[in-house]
């Protein structure tokens, strides 16, 4: 049938860049879960599934039948979504109560980690894309998941690795801004995005150690909580100044017509409301949840808008989704 054909050539030109896709969906389910929204957060959690079941395979598939390939697209940095998205879609199921798969899929994302850490940095260059920021994406979604986890199932060395996670995702989060290409806040297809939502990730994982360390746990001293408190409103006011820079930038320059790399827009937007709702709840701050309420909602306009512009090019044989 033309249409199977044409979706099958669609999914073969994938950048590994398409785990953004499973990333923007996953952490929508979280941020809807937050606000209360359960039919939505489940429907989004399913989909997250069957967006990452597909990614799986593709990386298995060309790990097996394209090696060549694969080590290519393993050292783009395009290729962290596959631990990006598989810690999302664990942060997904611990939230709704899965734990027992969300610890199994933060052991793959902590296997696939430090290997495709490497080959990433490894090839790095001078005048990078946005998405050299997936670096600390990547190792803050390790962080968020361990410490979602250990708040649930009170483990203390769970809490303990998240928050070396948590320092390590900042020093990558300033070597990634060295190579960082500034012209692409304005030039940028949209993946420059990630500059911001790496912050993003980054506070939602403060938050989420804060709350781990108030479980009844002895974690942290009083004066290493105030520190981790400071870091995370820092994070999150870093985050929103880029999100307010990235807006004016595209207002003042517009970038008409899609994109895949929107995938990696959405999914900032929506970690960016997902962490304002979280650092709202872990540090007592409540009149940061109507924006972050807000904020959300963008968020889901923006993944449908994106989501949108995938079927169509679809439609259109084999266009750039």
């Known amino acids: 049938m033309p249409g199977i054909s044409a979706l099958r050539v ?18 929508l389910s979280v941020g809807l879960h937050l606000t209360g ?50 810690a999302v879609l664990g942060t997904g199921f611990a939230t709704l109560g899965g734990r027992t798969l969300a610890a199994a899929l933060l052991a793959l994302a902590a296997l696939l980690w430090p290997a495709l850490l490497v080959l990433v940095v490894w090839h790095w260059r001078r005048r990078m894309p946005g998405s050299v920021f997936l670096c600390c994406v990547a190792t803050q979604g390790l962080a968020v998941l361990a410490a979602t986890l250990a708040a649930a199932e009170r ?35 949209g993946d420059h995005w990630i500059a911001g939502g790496a912050l993003a990730i ?18 942290w001293d009083g004066d290493d909580r105030d520190v981790l408190r400071t870091v995370t409103v820092v994070l999150l006011v870093l985050d929103l100044a880029w999100y307010l820079t990235l807006l004016v930038a595209e207002a003042a320059r517009p970038r008409r017509g899609y994109d895949m790399r929107r995938w990696s ?19 007592g701050i409540p009149w940061l949840t109507p ?16 989501a949108a512009g995938a079927v169509l090019a679809v439609r259109a044989d084999g266009g750039d989704a």
């Open 10 to 27: 669609w999914w073969a030109e994938r950048p590994p860049a398409a785990g953004a896709a499973v990333m923007a969906t996953g952490i």
């Open 37 to 86: 929204a359960e039919t939505l957060s489940r429907v989004a959690l399913a989909l997250t599934c069957v967006a990452w079941a597909a990614l799986a395979a593709d990386f298995v598939l060309r790990l097996l039948g394209d090696r060549r390939r694969w080590a290519a697209d393993a050292g783009s940095p395009g290729a962290l979504t596959a631990v990006a998205a598989t």
């Open 155 to 189: 483990t203390a060395w769970l809490a303990h690795t998240a928050l070396v996670l948590f320092w390590l995702g900042l020093a990558l989060y300033g070597l990634a801004l060295a190579r960082f290409d500034v012209r692409e806040v304005l030039e940028g297809g």
């Open 202 to 219: 980054s506070a939602l994982a403060g938050a989420r150690l804060l709350v781990a360390g108030d479980g009844g746990l002895y974690l």
């Open 265 to 283: 827009t959405a999914f900032p937007m929506g970690m960016t409301a997902v962490a304002m709702l979280s650092v709202a709840t872990a540090l």
């Open 291 to 306: 924006p972050g309420q807000v904020l959300l909602w963008v968020a889901v306009a923006v993944w449908l808008a994106v």
